[in-house]
């Protein structure tokens, strides 16, 4: 500094300083990115530099430019931010590629640097990739198929093997349309492919029914062109359909039908509703009781649309519930058996006697009287209606005393009709007979008993001989009346016929009872020397013969007749001398027919 200053007219000041800059540079002059699925996104890194800056660089922006410019953009930091002295800022750029291939770009960075250049530049690049789906064949066609039958096909999903192929991700695989249950898909869950890489699907048809049969088998991945892959499926169902036209249901029920007759036939048809031919290889009864039921009709062969009939009755061989079943075998695949269940009941009249108790005990009667009659009732304890179809008919000693109204009769279940017999016994004891009433093709055979009854008279003897019987003297006898009958003996009278003096004793029997006897007694006293004889005659009502017993009676008078010998009464001892015994003998004789009794001498 020049001054006027007379002692130091210059004076001279030191004077220092730094100069400072700030240097923009980057860490590389290109980013490349890499494959990127296009329009997804994918990011790389660039660095800002101020390594040999002394203050802090301005980073006020980035700007892209170029070819494919918008498929770029720095998503961080945000801008505009600054660089440290010396140091680097990371700057984050993102590719979303909007196109398969390569894609470039330019990156400006806007900063405050003081060198040349002051905005550095990096090229910018990434390949935009996608998965690219394809199925081998455009459909599936199964052509005919038999209902029930499974038939598979296969078909190949691929990723195409371009460089530009990223991995194709299937996230599901279904069957969808019109028939997607008559379809079964293999692998059914998600896969992934790499480029070039394949999967084979498996897709079984199983018909459900017969015709046209449709779906779709649908593949989702993430091929953003074909996001759904959608692959037709055709087949046809092709065969026999077997369908029951008649009966209406599935049971013909012939309901009561009586035993021994058959009732009226029903018919079972089925028709051919497919759109192949329908064999019939046979139709039979099966079941409980096939043997109740008859069937007429056997193997068929049915163009599509046709028909063929069967026809069956039921003709029970018991009574209660009978029960079979028509089965008929066809070659529907579907139903191969068509079975209609029959039923029926068995029905039966039967005609029994409900009154009285069997065998019909008739009242016991007199030999050659008649009994009262006897009320039969019949009732018809089955299940149909019984035809009595003629008169009821019994051989003696049995006989109708009322007979049925005139036959034919019908009667219905517990329908009831009477008739009354009667018995004529013609001899004593139990009899044994029968009642035979016809009806619906068979005899009900009804059993009688009767007994008869009658008083047998006979004798313990025919004859009576007293013998001698001393005049005078009283002598008593007994028979015996027997009644070996079944009824009390009537005895009308006991007569004597003859000598006087042979005479019946007192209570003589008015009646002697079944299996009984009777005592009667018979005296003899004659009254004169001499042979008596009488008749006792007995008069009953027995039924044998003879039916009037007699018993001969005799006796002898007698008396005695005493003779002394000697005659004379005068004995003559002759000389005997005194106090000795003398003897002489007298003889006293009973020249009589009657004992004697010398009372004193």
Do not use: M
Not at 517 to 544: E, K, M
Request: aromatic fraction near 2%.
């Amino acid at each position: 500094i020049n001054s006027n200053d007379p002692v130091d007219a210059d004076e001279a000041v030191s004077l220092t300083g730094t100069g400072t800059t700030a240097v923009s540079g980057v860490t590389a002059t290109s980013l490349a990115i890499g494959s990127t699925v296009v329009n997804q996104t994918r990011t790389g890194t660039v660095g800002v530099t101020n390594t040999t800056g002394t203050v802090a660089l301005a980073l006020d922006g980035a700007t892209i430019t170029g070819t494919n410019a918008a498929d770029f953009s720095v998503i961080a930091p945000a801008l505009p931010t600054t660089v440290a002295a010396a140091g680097t800022t990371t700057l984050t750029v993102q590719c979303r590629p909007s196109a398969v291939g390569t894609r470039t770009a330019t990156l400006t960075v806007d900063t405050d640097g003081d060198n040349t250049p002051q905005d550095p530049t990096v090229a910018l690049s990434c390949v935009g990739t996608k998965p690219d789906i394809a199925f081998s064949a455009p459909s599936l066609a199964y052509g005919n198929v038999a209902p029930g039958t499974a038939s598979p096909l296969t078909v190949t999903v691929s990723n195409a093997s371009a460089a530009t192929t990223s991995t194709l991700a299937v996230s599901s695989v279904s069957l969808v349309g019109t028939d997607p249950g008559d379809f079964v898909v293999s692998p059914s869950t998600g896969f992934s492919l790499a480029a070039g890489a394949t999967q084979v699907l498996t897709v079984t048809f199983t018909p459900q029914a017969l015709g046209a049969r449709a779906a779709t088998l649908r593949v989702v991945s993430d091929d953003q062109e074909t996001p759904t892959g959608d692959l037709p499926l055709t087949g046809t169902g092709f065969g026999p359909e077997i369908t029951r036209t008649a009966p209406g249901g599935s049971t013909i029920a012939f309901g009561d039908v009586q035993l021994t007759t058959t009732s009226a036939s029903q018919s079972i048809t089925v028709k051919n509703d497919g759109n192949a031919s329908l064999t019939v290889n046979s139709a039979t009864l099966i079941g409980s009781h096939p043997g109740d039921f008859t069937l007429s009709g056997g193997a068929a062969s049915l163009a599509p649309a046709a028909s063929a009939t069967w026809s069956v009755s039921c003709e029970p061989t018991a009574t209660g519930a009978r029960a079979a079943t028509v089965r008929i075998a066809s070659n529907d695949v579907s139903e191969p058996n068509t079975d209609v269940a029959l039923t029926c009941n068995g029905t039966q009249g039967d005609l029994t006697v409900s009154s009285p108790a069997t065998p019909v005990t008739l009242p016991t009667t007199d030999v050659g009287a008649v009994s009262v009659p006897v009320t039969i009732t019949l009732t018809n304890s089955g299940t149909a209606n019984v035809t009595i179809t003629g008169n009821a008919t019994t051989a003696a000693p049995f006989s109708i005393s009322t007979p049925l109204s005139a036959p034919p009769i019908t009667l219905t279940p517990g329908q009831t009709t009477s008739l009354a017999v009667r018995f004529t016994p013609t001899s004593n004891g139990t009899v044994n007979g029968s009642l035979a009433i016809p009806y619906d093709g068979t005899t009900l055979a009804v059993g009688l008993v009767g007994t008869g009854q009658a008083a047998t008279v006979s004798l313990s003897t025919g004859t009576i001989a007293f013998g001698n019987v001393v005049k005078g003297v009283l002598t008593s006898s007994t028979f015996t009346i027997n009644n070996t009958g079944s009824d009390v003996l009537d005895i009308a009278s006991i007569t004597r016929t003859g000598a006087t003096d042979i005479t019946l004793g007192a209570g003589l029997p008015p009646t002697v009872p079944a299996g009984g006897s009777a005592l009667v007694s018979v005296r003899c006293q004659p009254d004169g020397i001499g042979a008596r004889s009488a008749t006792i005659a007995i008069d009953t009502d027995a039924d044998n013969v003879p039916q009037d017993p007699a018993v001969a009676v005799s006796c002898t008078g007698v008396k005695p007749d005493i003779a002394i010998t000697p005659a004379s009464l005068a004995v003559a001892f002759g000389d005997v001398a005194p106090g000795t015994p003398a003897t002489s003998t007298v003889v006293v004789s009973n020249a009589g027919l009657a004992t004697t009794s010398l009372l004193t001498v």
